[in-house]
């Protein structure tokens, strides 16, 4: 029997995404529809606004965001055109985040220091270690991934921190790293590499200055507690 399905290009003009959008602005679409902008066409049996409806239903923009192009194409719908189109977006939507008009924004605290490797680090599945290398006026020289370790452990060696440093000629460094279970709570084993980092850092004469632990919105800094003196 003939199904009678509701396209795009039947809907009034008013009620497309894209003119709306476009009459508007795009802070008057809902997130599905700004997802259906994206994805542009729907398929056989869902048009693209109904498409963008289930996946958001499936996927919160917190799990869509993270999600690799290959678990995107598992998505009835989804193939690798329209994944690799909303793995894009989320990646200028990360890189936005970190943009700054200042060539070498300055970190005056671990608030700073959290708002520059946040975007990039929460909510990954793998524990990864990442390096802040600045100057003598604690200006960003460099920010670099040291380490992608397993679901609960990261596996960080000094030389591959304290390289780049010398590399960059920096006087001073920040470490992050982030826990996939959301909570920035500390370990025994983070406090003893925060420790065993700053002692070789000393050897060579460049400063740890905190380690920023990234969880679910929230963050710790080992300064802070008292852990980074």
Same mark, same amino acid.
């Given at each position: ?9 039947? /809907?009034?003009? =008013?009620? $497309?995404?894209? =003119?709306?959008? @476009? ?9 599905? =529809?700004?997802?259906? @902008? ?29 999600? &690799? %192009? ?6 009835? +719908? ?6 690799? #189109?909303?793995?894009?977006?989320? *990646?200028?939507? $990360?890189?936005?985040?970190?943009? &700054? ?22 909510? /990954? ?17 460099? *920010? ?15 030389? =591959? ?5 010398? #590399? ?13 279970? +959301? ?5 025994? *084993?983070?406090?003893? /590499? ?5 002692? +070789?850092?000393? /050897?060579?004469?460049?400063? %740890?200055?905190?380690?920023?632990? %990234? +969880? ?14």
């Amino acid at each position: 029997m003939t199904e009678y399905r509701v396209r795009i290009h039947d /809907l009034p003009v =008013e009620e $497309r995404p894209r =003119e709306r959008l @476009i009459k508007h602005g795009a802070g008057s679409l809902s997130n599905a =529809e700004l997802l259906a @902008i994206i994805l542009r066409t729907g398929t056989k049996s869902d048009n693209v606004i109904n498409l963008s409806n289930r996946i958001l239903k499936d996927y919160s923009l917190s799990q869509l965001s993270r999600a &690799s %192009v290959s678990e995107l194409s598992k998505i009835h +719908g989804i193939k690798a055109a329209k994944a690799t #189109q909303i793995a894009a977006c989320f *990646e200028l939507a $990360r890189r936005l985040e970190l943009y &700054s008009e200042t060539v070498k924004p300055k970190i005056k605290s671990p608030a700073d220091a959290h708002r520059i490797v946040a975007p990039t680090l929460r909510n /990954l599945k793998k524990e990864t270690f990442k390096a802040l290398y600045l100057d003598t006026k604690n200006q960003l020289i460099r *920010e670099e991934t040291v380490s992608i370790g397993s679901l609960d452990a990261s596996v960080v060696h000094p030389r =591959e921190v304290f390289k780049t440093a010398i #590399q960059e000629s920096a006087a001073a460094i920040i470490l992050a790293h982030n826990h996939p279970s +959301g909570d920035p709570e500390p370990s025994r *084993e983070d406090i003893e /590499l925060t420790r065993r980092l700053r002692e +070789g850092g000393s /050897l060579i004469g460049i400063e %740890v200055l905190d380690h920023i632990i %990234v +969880g679910d919105g929230r963050y710790t800094s080992l300064k802070d507690r008292g852990e980074v003196k």
